[in-house]
């Protein structure tokens, strides 16, 4: 689901960018193409590294909460399987009752913390890829480009492309220098492509 609403949210930035993009009519028409992988420029930024490390951190309790829960409950299921036989049926019904009643708590809680975690992260692209729009659009005009297409989409047109087209990196240093956030600290940045859960989703983060 978070994946989806990834490609929703950057399908949005892709239309303001070509929309706004466009030259005057009095103005040589440009003729290069360039790629961006706006997914992975969004988490490279520093604001992007600094926003998705605080939170990793903010849901590190609930991480080993669900953490300690999974483990509980695969103890349980691991005590049926090399003990049933030996439990009287109402010992048994007890604990196959009582696997039911974690299996079902741990995935309410599991749903409840993805839900709130996809939210914030979307709310990070939102914010950051907004204002990436506009850093975007003056590359693209200021270095005679017609058209910059996001490779991170999964219906991109893209199938080869030269890597000197790609201009990712570029828009990653201009909206530091814009932003004016330091870079973090070594060893400090989350790993990105995935959520701070056990078993996640894919958090918006580069795939490629």
Same mark, same amino acid.
């Given at each position: 689901?978070?994946?989806?609403l990834?490609?929703v949210?950057?399908a949005?930035?892709? *239309?303001?960018? &070509?929309?706004? %993009?466009?030259?005057?009519?009095?103005a040589?028409?440009p #003729? +290069?193409?360039?790629i961006?992988n706006?997914?992975?420029?969004?988490?490279?930024?520093?604001?992007?590294?600094?926003?998705?490390?605080t939170?990793?951190?903010?849901?590190?309790?609930?991480r080993?909460?669900?953490q300690?829960?999974?483990?509980?409950?695969?103890?349980?299921?691991k005590?049926?399987s090399?003990?049933?036989?030996? *439990?009287?049926? &109402?010992a048994? %019904?007890?604990?196959?009752?009582?696997?039911?009643?974690? #299996? +079902?708590?741990m995935?309410?809680?599991y749903?409840?913390?993805?839900t709130?975690?996809?939210?914030q992260a979307?709310?990070?692209i939102?914010r950051?890829?907004?204002?990436?729009?506009?850093?975007?659009?003056?590359y693209?005009?200021?270095?005679?480009?017609?058209?910059v297409?996001?490779?991170?989409?999964e219906?991109?047109?893209?199938?080869?492309?030269?890597?000197n087209?790609?201009?990712?990196?570029?828009?990653?240093?201009?909206?530091?220098?814009?932003?004016?956030?330091?870079?973090?600290?070594?060893?400090s940045?989350?790993k990105?492509?995935?959520?701070?859960?056990?078993?996640?989703?894919p958090?918006?983060?580069?795939?490629?």
């Amino acid at each position: 689901m978070i994946r989806k609403l990834v490609i929703v949210t950057l399908a949005v930035l892709a *239309l303001a960018l &070509a929309a706004t %993009a466009q030259t005057s009519a009095s103005a040589p028409a440009p #003729t +290069k193409i360039g790629i961006i992988n706006i997914q992975q420029a969004i988490a490279q930024t520093n604001e992007g590294q600094r926003d998705y490390q605080t939170l990793e951190k903010k849901f590190e309790p609930k991480r080993n909460e669900l953490q300690s829960s999974q483990t509980e409950l695969e103890n349980l299921k691991k005590q049926l399987s090399t003990q049933g036989d030996k *439990l009287n049926d &109402a010992a048994r %019904a007890d604990l196959e009752r009582n696997i039911a009643n974690k #299996t +079902k708590s741990m995935q309410r809680n599991y749903e409840d913390a993805e839900t709130d975690y996809r939210g914030q992260a979307n709310e990070i692209i939102n914010r950051i890829g907004q204002k990436m729009v506009e850093i975007i659009n003056k590359y693209t005009m200021d270095n005679g480009y017609a058209v910059v297409l996001d490779v991170s989409a999964e219906t991109s047109p893209v199938v080869s492309a030269n890597p000197n087209t790609n201009i990712t990196q570029p828009i990653i240093e201009a909206y530091n220098a814009q932003s004016n956030v330091p870079a973090p600290a070594a060893g400090s940045a989350p790993k990105t492509g995935k959520s701070g859960l056990p078993g996640g989703t894919p958090a918006p983060a580069p795939k490629k």
